[in-house]
């Protein structure tokens, strides 16, 4: 099976995510060889924590999977960018992208839709 070169980022590769219909940017995260073996397995977008240093697969607590309908991958084999079909928000704060916020001046602003909110989510 063909796969990234995760000895250069140390054992990890930063996978971009992008909405697989509108190529919108849902977030950033990164795998290992594991995640990226169980995703190519599952047809899910699992992912290495690095903070909680495990496997994470995206939905397996709020129900808002990330199914994989391509996968690109750089020129040197070092990242990757997943073309998902996204079910509910993509961002833990209850954003569908993590990227719902502008730099504007000193300042955000919030340009992103908010689709759920994440007490209810993450009881």
């Given at each position: 099976?063909?796969?990234?070169?995760?000895?250069k980022?140390?054992?990890?590769?930063?996978?971009?995510?992008?909405?697989?219909?509108?190529?919108?940017?849902?977030?950033?995260?990164?795998?290992?060889?594991?995640?990226?073996?169980?995703?190519?397995?599952?047809?899910?977008?699992?992912?290495?924590?690095?903070?909680?240093?495990?496997?994470?697969?995206?939905?397996?607590?709020?129900?808002?999977?990330?199914?994989?309908?391509?996968?690109?991958?750089?020129?040197?084999?070092?990242?990757?960018?997943?073309?998902?079909?996204?079910?509910?928000?993509?961002?833990?704060?209850?954003?569908?992208?993590?990227?719902?916020?502008?730099?504007?001046?000193?300042?955000?602003?919030?340009?992103?839709?908010?689709?759920?909110d994440?007490?209810?989510?993450?009881?």
């Amino acid at each position: 099976m063909l796969e990234p070169d995760f000895v250069k980022g140390n054992g990890l590769i930063p996978a971009i995510v992008q909405d697989c219909i509108t190529g919108e940017v849902l977030m950033l995260a990164y795998m290992n060889r594991e995640s990226w073996l169980k995703t190519r397995e599952s047809g899910k977008a699992t992912y290495w924590s690095r903070s909680r240093n495990s496997l994470w697969i995206k939905g397996e607590t709020s129900g808002h999977y990330q199914i994989i309908k391509e996968i690109l991958i750089d020129c040197d084999a070092d990242a990757i960018v997943l073309k998902v079909q996204q079910t509910g928000a993509a961002c833990h704060t209850g954003y569908r992208s993590c990227f719902y916020r502008k730099i504007v001046g000193e300042s955000f602003e919030i340009i992103g839709e908010k689709l759920v909110d994440p007490e209810e989510v993450y009881k």
